[in-house]
Nanobody, 124 residues
């Protein structure tokens, strides 16, 4: 069983930055794609961005391009989400997830394991 533990969430003013981390258990981290999703109150969980084994990055839409950056450190079994120029509409619980395979897709059903989530609140 793979365990994913997110950290780094919190309260930040609009325009500020946060970096989320997700530490994974197990010895096969480098073999799987990783993704970040977010879920705002009353909404479905949505794909934010993902990174494949070869480093290719996929985004869920234009709203975070140029502001959010995903990266991974296979030596540390950790994936990061650097969030800059945060907006109130970025407020959500952020989840990291490990894919079934080595390519990051936008589809939620292609992710096998999930973290517990970390709250990000952006005040205006």
């Amino acid at each position: 069983q793979v365990q994913l533990v997110e950290s780094g969430g919190g309260l930040v003013q609009a325009g500020g930055s946060l970096r989320l981390s997700c530490a994974a258990s197990g010895r096969t981290f480098s073999s799987y794609a990783m993704g970040w999703f977010r879920q705002a109150p009353g909404e479905e969980r949505k794909f934010v961005t993902g990174i494949s084994v070869n480093g290719f990055v996929t985004y869920g839409g234009d709203s975070v391009k140029g502001r959010f950056t995903i990266s991974r450190d296979n030596a540390k079994n950790t994936v990061y989400l650097q969030m800059n120029s945060l907006k109130p509409e970025d407020t959500a619980v952020y989840y990291c997830a490990r894919a079934w395979g080595n390519i990051a897709t936008t589809r939620i059903d292609t992710y096998a394991f999930w973290g517990q989530g970390t709250q990000v609140t952006v005040s205006s």
